[in-house]
């Protein structure tokens, strides 16, 4: 664009990180129009403005089309198995307090096949970042229903409906022990996107997204009604909170203070069945985090190891008379 | 200072434990008690015997008989000690199903399994007595030292029942001594529930001729954490039970000793275990509890943290195996403990750490299956599904510890196995070697059982995460925080690259790969000694705890003029070579397994529909060799005696 190589270098040094740096090789494969762009784009752009190390970022995933996120980023990836995406990040996040965690998982991922992990995840606390990628249907496996299908959705498995209201994901979490950020994003609003995705970011602590991600493929409507009409909408707000910009606030009016550490408060904006809220729902940056709890204050090393070991064999041996 | 104390005596605080004694609670003087008698008894001398202490769980027979084995080993005695555990925690009391205690195998040299049935059995109810009776564990005529206080209980029932007992096995011929364990320890405890059993290490003490100081010292380890008026209560009861032996017994056994020459470890294949992880420089164990593997992680949860690292229990084990292979992607090798029905659950994960080439070690602590199954019992029943168990072709390391001993190096054997190929290796042992105990020589520290640390140099730019040598299959290994080695990790089959592969091509080298790999490992071993001759009639194969039972066997058949020999394998999966020419110079080739085979004992079991046990089924596959199989699925070790009659059947 007519600025000289040696000018563009310059820039680079300085600015460090590019987005382009967080650009997996390999262009994202999902359908057009599927929210999940969104959040990639928004997770690549807040890499960039934190300038994340790449080598010292890892990004967990499940099994669903949500799931292939990591396979999109420039940074260590691990999509594993479905279900199980949040016990293997805590895994990695335990002996390795240097490495960003981020977990993308999807609603059968998270809600179904990985629900006891989820639940326990909470409570555990580990600092890491979960984006669960809420299109209320099974992607991948071509539409059968998921917890979180709306009662009476038509899918391959439930052809004249579900049968059962959908599981609150939003609830579920905020009931667990332990609790420390809950969030809700829309795919359709990035900017609130990127600045709930930050705020997760910047929580130590298990920090739950549940993003609205629409899914053109198999549930071209679902979202419809909150998209076409803002006013479905309950934009949460707060100075502990995210902040909307004029534009936002504009076309969002319905608005809500809502102190993140007002956990019944929180409870009953998880609760709402017309309006969709989001922002941060609930905060607690007290919440003690399991690999702290758990981190001893002893070194790993030959010497350590070898003193301990004689020691336990000492209370076991059996020496020769002299 | 455990050393110090389990080195030598120390007479000083012998003497102040003495002083320090509480005179009030018994009823008899010193003085009384080691008052005048009979002219020293004429001890037998055995070369082994094995003795069986019963009782109704929360009695102690357990700690009496591990003591009891302990000081045998302290005073240079083989031995090797069993628990018998009855499945619930409270079984009702005075129940057949209810024995808990041990069988300690004692002999002037060193053992190697559990031995044939009881020559002596101590038992605190003639129920738990019955018990073993009906399990055939009671060597016909055996000497039985049994609780009297029951001749005379208020309830007629457990009166009638105790004398209708006593009555029976004496006219079978068993030597059965009524001992008033009861009314002696109420003596000195008012609740003689909680005394008893070192009353009885104490006749025990009498009647193999073992060192009472001995039993003092162990007595005061056993205790440690107890304040000394426990410790002070116990001796007494043990001098109280010697003592009342040795003027009322008249059975006296000696068991010739010879004090090894370098330390031993006295240990269960558990605490080995848990100790083989320390020393492997693992640093995450990640479980759930389950029998008869949970000890091992009880023991490791209370001594990882000292050297910095974490036993994590997670909420199942699909979290637990998953976890470990987060730790380990992460460059922090880690460990999975469980047991049967927990290896099921861990199989997809297993799956996946094969596919992406993460290391990763899972021990399976056998019990009996299928299902819940016999959980505190010993079955060799894992074999297959440790090999075979995921999904996909998976190929992986399968080894299994056949000593006590052989826990503690499997373990750390194993970690470098898997970091070296960058795969997944199984440990199987079982529930008899998890809760049995036996010496074995202290291990020497050595720095290279440990980990290196982890790297975070940078990668050379351009480098793929599976560049797989074409020789070897073997590829790099990159773990996050590495400059240049970013990659996504994938359970889908994938290319150098790690990107997912559509390509058929791709997906048959990544296979190739890692089959290639196991190839590449298989030819670092070396083939297994035989125990015996190099040729004869019937070569025995065995894996796995039934080794010492196995080789026991052998010796004796040759002693008798039988043309038998054995062979142990440590890995099952892949199997060192040289094993078809082995079996060239046999005539017949037979497993013995703890686990179930068909016999042709039935009009539909035959050879077309006969299901052989799991090794006999791999030797046959893999050899192509006719390969027959015996075995039991009894819930505990086969005894030595037991393979000689099978063998014995079959050959000519
Ligand atoms: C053990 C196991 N069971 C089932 C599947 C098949 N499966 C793959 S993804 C998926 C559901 C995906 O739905 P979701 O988690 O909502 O992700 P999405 O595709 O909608 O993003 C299922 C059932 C699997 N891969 N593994
Ligand atoms: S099927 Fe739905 S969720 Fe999957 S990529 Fe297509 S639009 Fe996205
Ligand atoms: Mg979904």
New binding site residues.
């Given amino acids: 664009m007519g600025i000289p190589v040696s000018e563009c270098l310059l820039k680079l040094m300085a600015e460090g990180y590019t987005l382009d740096d967080y650009r997996g090789d390999i262009p994202p494969r999902w359908c057009t129009g599927c929210g999940d762009n969104g959040i990639l784009a928004a997770v690549q752009r807040l890499c960039r403005d934190e300038q994340l190390p790449p080598e010292r970022t890892v990004f967990v995933s499940g099994?669903?089309?949500?799931s292939r996120f990591p396979h999109y980023m420039n940074a260590y990836g691990f999509h594993g198995l479905?279900g199980r995406a949040l016990p293997v990040a805590e895994g990695v996040k335990l002996r390795r307090p240097d490495l960003h965690v981020f977990v993308s998982t999807?609603?059968?991922?998270c809600c179904s096949?990985g629900a006891a992990h989820w639940i326990h995840a909470i409570r555990y606390n580990m600092d890491m970042t979960v984006l669960m990628?809420d299109?209320q249907?099974?992607?991948?496996?071509k539409k059968q229903a998921?917890p979180t299908s709306p009662r009476g959705v038509k899918s391959n498995t439930t052809p004249r409906g579900t049968y059962l209201d959908p599981l609150n994901p939003l609830s579920v979490t905020l009931g667990v022990a332990n609790v420390s950020f809950v969030a809700q994003a829309a795919d359709w609003i990035p900017e609130l996107l990127y600045d709930i995705i930050s705020e997760a970011y910047h929580h130590k602590g298990f920090s739950f997204v549940r993003i609205l991600q629409r899914c053109p493929e198999f549930m071209p409507h679902q979202f419809d009604p909150w998209v076409q009409n803002p006013d479905k909408m309950l934009l949460l707000t707060h100075e502990k909170g995210v902040q909307l910009s004029a534009g936002l606030s504009k076309v969002y009016r319905k608005q809500e203070a809502h102190d993140p550490g007002d956990l019944h408060r929180a409870r009953e904006i998880a609760s709402l069945s017309e309006q969709i809220p989001v922002g941060i729902l609930y905060r607690d940056s007290d919440v003690p985090c399991y690999e702290d709890v758990r981190m001893v204050d002893r070194l790993h090393t030959p010497d350590v190891i070898k003193g301990v070991l004689e020691e336990e064999f000492d209370k076991f041996t059996i020496w020769p008379s002299e | 200072m455990d050393r110090q104390t389990l080195k030598e005596p120390r007479q000083e605080q012998v003497r102040r434990a003495r002083v320090a004694k509480p005179k009030a609670v018994s009823t008899r003087k010193t003085g009384q008690r080691r008052g005048p008698r009979a002219a020293p008894k004429q001890a037998v001398t055995l070369k082994e015997h094995v003795v069986e202490i019963v009782s109704d769980s929360g009695e102690g027979a357990q700690r009496c008989g591990q003591s009891f084995g302990s000081v045998a080993a302290r005073m240079g005695n083989g031995i090797w000690t069993v628990e018998i555990i009855p499945a619930e925690i409270q079984p009702p009391a005075r129940s057949i199903a209810g024995a808990s205690g041990n069988r300690i195998r004692v002999a002037s040299e060193r053992v190697t399994n559990g031995g044939d049935e009881a020559d002596l059995v101590v038992a605190f109810n003639e129920q738990v007595l019955l018990g073993r009776y009906r399990a055939k564990e009671l060597k016909p005529g055996c000497v039985i030292l049994l609780e009297d206080k029951w001749r005379t209980d208020p309830d007629a029932d457990i009166a009638v029942s105790y004398a209708h007992v006593y009555d029976e096995l004496v006219a079978e011929g068993y030597k059965v001594h009524e001992i008033p364990m009861e009314s002696e320890c109420v003596k000195y405890v008012p609740d003689p529930r909680r005394g008893k059993n070192m009353f009885v290490l104490g006749l025990l003490c009498s009647i193999y001729s073992l060192d009472l100081e001995m039993a003092r010292e162990q007595i005061r380890f056993v205790f440690r954490k107890k304040d000394a008026k426990v410790i002070d209560l116990n001796l007494e009861l043990l001098e109280a039970g010697h003592d009342w032996a040795e003027e009322n017994l008249d059975i006296k056994y000696a068991i010739p000793a010879s004090k090894p020459k370098d330390p031993q470890i006295v240990m269960n294949g558990n605490t080995a275990l848990a100790l083989g992880v320390l020393a492997s420089g693992m640093e995450v164990c990640a479980m759930y509890p389950i029998t008869p593997a949970t000890s091992a992680s009880h023991y490791l949860s209370d001594i990882f943290e000292r050297v910095g690292c974490v036993v994590h229990q997670a909420e199942d084990e699909i979290a637990a195996c998953a976890f470990a292979i987060g730790a380990s992607y992460a460059g922090k090798c880690a460990v999975t403990i469980t047991s049967g029905p927990g290896l099921s659950l861990k199989q997809?994960g297993i799956g996946l750490a094969v596919m992406s080439e993460i290391p990763l070690v899972v021990v399976d602590v056998q019990r009996g299956g299928p299902s819940t199954g016999q959980p505190t019992k010993a079955e060799q029943g894992d074999l297959l599904s440790a090999c075979f168990g995921g999904h996909g072709d998976a190929p992986k390391v399968v080894m299994a510890a056949s000593t006590i001993e052989d826990c503690f190096y499997s373990v750390i054997m194993a970690r470098k196995i898997a970091e070296t190929f960058n795969m997944v290796v199984m440990v199987l042992t079982d529930a008899s070697l998890a809760t049995a105990q036996q010496p074995f020589p202290r291990p020497d520290f050595n720095e290279q059982w440990l980990a290196p640390p982890i790297d975070q140099s940078a990668v050379p730019e351009g480098a793929s995460p599976y560049d797989w040598d074409p020789r070897t299959g073997l590829a790099p290994r990159f773990i996050p925080g590495q400059p240049n080695g970013m990659h996504c990790l994938t359970g889908l089959a994938h290319d150098r690259l790690s990107h997912v592969a559509y390509d058929p091509e791709i997906n048959q080298e990544g296979i190739r790969n890692r089959s290639l790999k196991l190839a590449t490992f298989q030819k670092t071993l070396k083939a297994p000694a035989i125990f015996g001759d190099e040729d004869g009639d019937l070569l025995i194969v065995g894996w796995g705890s039934t080794k010492g039972a196995i080789e026991e066997a052998v010796e004796r058949l040759r002693a008798d003029g039988k043309r038998v020999s054995s062979l142990h394998l440590k890995f099952l999966q892949p199997m060192p070579s040289g094993m078809k020419d082995m079996f060239r110079r046999f005539d017949k080739v037979m497993t013995v397994e703890n686990t179930w085979s068909d016999s042709l004992d039935s009009e539909v079991f035959d050879e077309d529909s006969r299901r052989y046990a799991g090794l006999a089924l791999l030797l046959r596959a893999r050899f192509l060799v006719d390969v027959d199989c015996w075995g039991e699925v009894k819930g505990q070790s086969i005894k030595p005696g037991k393979i000689v009659r099978a063998v014995l059947e079959r050959l000519p």
């Fill in positions: 099994i669903g089309c949500s479905h999807g609603d059968g991922d096949i990628h299109n249907i099974y992607g991948l496996t998921s | 997809e």
